[in-house]
């Protein structure tokens, strides 16, 4: 049997429903295909970005047309998380940057969290490796998130901070923000938090030569991680 059949056969039908789509796009069911677009994007993005990105342009296509910014803000986000995973950083900025200033312009202030979030790991964890811009993003998402009241984006925020820190060579800062992010993550109760930051306390001690409490902070964070299982 051909393990690749599977995987051709779901392409396969996905595209005659991309075609399907197209064919009532001026319809009263635009709104419809639009979601539907999206729906089957997202269900093959982890098995084919690319073919995941054809759903979302085509949905995006309908959305300019269809006059619903939200709509259009959710397909801006989209096309842009594909255009990271492929590699293209700056057209991925460009529609998160369009889809935070809709969000932002509708109130929705927890969706223009996650864009502010997603536009600062563009920066940080691509190529791009622009430290300042990404810290600032980070830190500002981390304030409005905390401000919703959603701890555990908050304290990922204030984690990722904490990274940038590092990268700048700014060890002793990064230490005292990835303890600040453990120590809110007890306090929320976020069990992989608390495992997560507790790692990076003990990958910085170490960075510090510190390798004694590097090394209790890791045996930590492995307990913390076996709870988790």
Not at 82 to 111: C, P, R, T, W
Not at 189 to 212: H, P, V, W, Y
Request: charged letters at 20%; one cysteine or more; glycine letters at 6%.
């Amino acid at each position: 049997m051909n393990p690749a059949a599977p995987k051709n056969l779901i392409i396969s039908n996905l595209l005659f429903f991309l075609m399907y789509f197209g064919s009532i796009g001026a319809s009263a069911n635009q709104k419809i295909a639009i979601e539907r677009l999206l729906q089957v994007g997202d269900s093959i993005l982890d098995l084919s970005p690319t073919r995941a990105g054809q759903f979302y342009e085509q949905a995006l296509l309908y959305a300019l047309k269809e006059g619903d910014s939200t709509t259009l803000a959710n397909c801006y986000a989209r096309v842009g998380h594909v255009n990271y995973l492929v590699g293209n950083y700056y057209e991925a900025l460009s529609y998160h940057q369009n889809a935070l200033e809709i969000f932002k312009s509708k109130g929705l202030d927890s969706l223009a969290a996650e864009e502010i979030s997603r536009i600062g790991s563009i920066y940080y964890f691509s190529d791009l490796h622009d430290q300042e811009k990404a810290l600032a993003y980070f830190e500002d998402a981390y304030k409005a998130f905390e401000k919703l009241g959603l701890d555990e984006s908050a304290g990922l925020n204030l984690n990722y901070s904490g990274y940038v820190h590092w990268a700048n060579g700014e060890k002793e800062i990064a230490l005292s923000i990835h303890r600040q992010a453990y120590d809110y993550f007890v306090s929320n109760k976020d069990s992989l938090g608390m495992a997560t930051s507790m790692s990076d306390i003990g990958f910085t001690l170490n960075s510090l030569q510190r390798f004694d409490d590097g090394l209790i902070a890791n045996l930590n964070a492995l307990e913390l991680e076996k709870k988790l299982s």
